[in-house]
């Protein structure tokens, strides 16, 4: 089989897939319309997120047997499409669900720390300890909304506190010894930390807005490592503003490409996005939480071992 790799990743991948047998070319500069016309000649494309692949690519990818994106979601594919022309879809949230684990629980001791801030104050000088008093995690209700490897990663790594995690999930009885699921409303009754582990999808796109973020009962810190378009920023400040949501540790923004590589020019900064970056308990990254070194080697030894098991069938 012919594979197009379109995006740089760990060297492992090409090196187990040449020793597998597969005949692997890289092009990492032309554009769409260029890997567009030259499509056809391929058996399987690797990615990760340097452009879409909509119908009209799929139209063009005649002999495509599958697609393999080096990432944890396939948001930027249209996988009804592909689907319906037998292209087998790959994904790898198994490479980095403890990375992702990982930086949502530092984001949130860092904000019940005031790590970020005191950090910055002692830089320049000041030594202030009763204006940096934290609070503890033990005590405190944990929600997760998406309870698959992401949000079971992050559960196991609350494990070590005395806290009550709960899980809300479109899929019935996802929860397991580390988290209990619940309905929507019981999270919402209950907890005094939110944590997002959601695909992007219709369903989750703008789901935390001011109405969603009213009907909890109790203030409570936000930790988002999933996709940005899940949270309306401006109602977000405004939760912040009036302290209906304590704090906030944002790794995804609203405001990202689908490419996941650029935000946005000076000149075109949101005014909510102004406020974020200015707020002392908000706690900001530029979508990394899944990208660590071991990761980097981890999904890519995903991708290598489902592309695999998937030609071994055919």
């Given at each position: 089989?012919?594979?197009?790799?379109?995006?740089?990743?760990?060297?492992?991948?090409?090196?187990?897939?040449?020793?597998?047998?597969?005949?692997?070319?890289?092009?990492?500069?032309?554009?769409?319309?260029?890997?567009?016309?030259?499509?056809?000649?391929?058996?399987?494309?690797?990615?990760?997120?340097?452009?879409?692949?909509?119908?009209?690519?799929?139209?063009?990818?005649?002999?495509?047997?599958?697609?393999?994106?080096?990432?944890?979601?396939?948001?930027?594919?249209?996988?009804?499409?592909?689907?319906?022309?037998?292209?087998?879809?790959?994904?790898?949230?198994?490479?980095?669900?403890?990375?992702?684990?990982?930086?949502?629980?530092?984001?949130?001791?860092?904000?019940?720390?005031?790590?970020?801030?005191?950090?910055?104050?002692?830089?320049?000088?000041?030594?202030?300890?009763?204006?940096?008093?934290?609070?503890?995690?033990?005590?405190?209700?944990?929600?997760?909304?998406?309870?698959?490897?992401?949000?079971?990663?992050?559960?196991?790594?609350?494990?070590?506190?005395?806290?009550?995690?709960?899980?809300?999930?479109?899929?019935?009885?996802?929860?397991?010894?580390?988290?209990?699921?619940?309905?929507?409303?019981?999270?919402?009754?209950?907890?005094?930390?939110?944590?997002?582990?959601?695909?992007?999808?219709?369903?989750?796109t703008n789901m935390i807005d001011a109405h969603f973020i009213n009907q909890f009962h109790n203030p409570f810190w936000l930790?988002?490592?999933?996709?940005?378009?899940?949270?309306?920023?401006?109602?977000?400040?405004?939760?912040?503003?009036?302290?209906?949501?304590?704090?906030?540790?944002?790794?995804?923004?609203?405001?990202?490409?689908?490419?996941?590589?650029?935000?946005f020019s000076k000149n075109n900064m949101p005014e909510a996005f102004n406020y974020l970056i200015k707020a002392e308990n908000?706690l900001l990254s530029p979508h990394v939480a899944g990208w660590t070194v071991e990761s980097k080697q981890k999904l890519a030894?995903?991708?290598?071992?489902?592309?695999?098991?998937?030609?071994?069938?055919?």
């Open positions: 089989m012919n594979i197009l790799h379109v995006d740089t990743n760990h060297p492992l991948l090409l090196h187990q897939l040449n020793e597998l047998g597969f005949t692997n070319d890289e092009d990492y500069t032309s554009s769409k319309s260029e890997i567009e016309n030259k499509i056809h000649n391929y058996d399987g494309i690797v990615l990760r997120s340097r452009f879409s692949i909509d119908k009209q690519f799929l139209d063009k990818a005649t002999n495509l047997k599958f697609i393999g994106r080096v990432g944890a979601g396939l948001e930027n594919i249209d996988c009804d499409y592909a689907t319906q022309k037998g292209i087998y879809l790959i994904s790898a949230p198994e490479g980095n669900r403890n990375a992702v684990g990982e930086h949502s629980l530092g984001m949130l001791l860092s904000l019940f720390n005031k790590l970020n801030k005191a950090d910055a104050e002692v830089r320049n000088g000041k030594w202030l300890r009763e204006e940096n008093r934290g609070v503890e995690l033990d005590g405190k209700t944990v929600g997760l909304i998406g309870y698959g490897n992401m949000g079971k990663a992050f559960a196991k790594k609350l494990r070590g506190f005395d806290v009550d995690v709960l899980c809300y999930d479109i899929k019935p009885t996802v929860g397991d010894h580390n988290c209990t699921q619940v309905t929507l409303e019981e999270l919402q009754q209950k907890a005094t930390v939110l944590s997002l582990h959601i695909p992007e999808t219709e369903l989750t930790i988002n490592t999933a996709r940005g378009k899940s949270v309306v920023t401006k109602d977000l400040v405004t939760a912040l503003k009036n302290e209906k949501i304590l704090g906030a540790g944002l790794d995804v923004l609203e405001y990202e490409k689908s490419s996941f590589e650029n935000l908000v030894q995903t991708i290598v071992d489902k592309i695999a098991s998937f030609t071994a069938f055919k």
